[in-house]
C-alpha cells in the first residue's frame, strides 16, 4: 500500500537560512509525488509535482524538490526562508489513474526572526 | 484562486444532531473531494465524487453520506455527529481523475462537536 512519512512535526530555522524538508514514500511502481502548503486558517496549495523526467523539481515561491528513487525520497529545499514560509508543508503520494492521492501527517515551519 | 467557497466556515453542534457542509464551486471541475484534517494525522480523504450523482467512499467514510445534484455543489453530511467528528473539513476539486492531478482546495470549515 502507498503510504508517506514525514519525519519531522515541527522545523525550525532563522530567516535567511536554508530549508530542507523529508519526505519518504512508499510505491511498488514510479509515484506522482506532491508537495503542498498550508498557511494557517487556509487550505492547501500545491508547490509543486514530480512524475518523471529531470528528479529536481523546481515549483513556486522558490522551492525545490529532488526525487531520490534509490531513497524513496522526496525532499522538499529552499536556500533561503522569509518569514512568510512560516506554514504547514504536507508531502503526498498518488499513483496510476484511479489511485486517490495520500497525504503524509505535516511538518510545520517556524521562522526565527 | 480557484473559485471554492465552503460553508459555514465555522459550526458548533451537540452530539447526535446532524450537520450538512457545502462545497460551491465555479470551476465546472468534475471531480470534488471532503478531506477531514486532524493533528497528527495530516488529510484523509472522506468521499469523493467524479460526477453529478456518481459518489464513492475514501478512507474514513463511516458516519458521514454525501451527495452531489449539481456540478456546482457538493454536499457533506453527518447524520448524527459525534465528538470524534470534531475537525477541520476541506473540499477541494481537481479537473480529471488520477493521482496526478492538482488540487485545489477551499479555505476549510472548523466543526466542533460538543
Known amino acids: 500500500a502507498q503510504s508517506v512519512t514525514q519525519p519531522d512535526i515541527h522545523i525550525t530555522v532563522s530567516e535567511g537560512a536554508s530549508l530542507e524538508l523529508r519526505c519518504n514514500y512508499s510505491?511498488?511502481?514510479?509515484?506522482?509525488l506532491f508537495w503542498y502548503v498550508q498557511s494557517p486558517g487556509q487550505g492547501l496549495q500545491l508547490l509543486l509535482k514530480?512524475?518523471?523526467?529531470?528528479?529536481l523539481v523546481q515549483g513556486i515561491k522558490g522551492f525545490e524538490a529532488e526525487f531520490k528513487r534509490s531513497q524513496s525520497s522526496f525532499n522538499l529545499r529552499k536556500p533561503s526562508v522569509h518569514w512568510s514560509d512560516a506554514a504547514e508543508y504536507f508531502c503526498?503520494?498518488?499513483?496510476?489513474?484511479?489511485?486517490?492521492?495520500?497525504f503524509g501527517k505535516g511538518t510545520r515551519l517556524h521562522i526565527l526572526p | 484562486d480557484a473559485g471554492i467557497t465552503q460553508s459555514p466556515r465555522h459550526k458548533v453542534t451537540e452530539t447526535g444532531t446532524p450537520v450538512t457542509l457545502r462545497c460551491h464551486q465555479t470551476e465546472n471541475h468534475r471531480y470534488m473531494y471532503w478531506y477531514r484534517q486532524d493533528p497528527g494525522h495530516g488529510l484523509r480523504l472522506i468521499h469523493y465524487s467524479y460526477g453529478v450523482k456518481d459518489t464513492d467512499k475514501g478512507e474514513v467514510s463511516d458516519g458521514y453520506s454525501v451527495s452531489r445534484s449539481k456540478t456546482e455543489d457538493f454536499l457533506l453530511t453527518l447524520e448524527s455527529a459525534t465528538s470524534s467528528q470534531t475537525s477541520v473539513y476541506f473540499c477541494a476539486i481537481s479537473e480529471a481523475q488520477g493521482a496526478g492531478e492538482k488540487l485545489f482546495f477551499g479555505s476549510g470549515t472548523q466543526l466542533s462537536v460538543l
Open positions: 514530480y512524475f518523471s523526467g529531470d528528479t
Open positions: 503526498a503520494v498518488g499513483g496510476g489513474r484511479d489511485d486517490k492521492i495520500i
Open positions: 510505491y511498488g511502481a514510479t509515484p506522482y
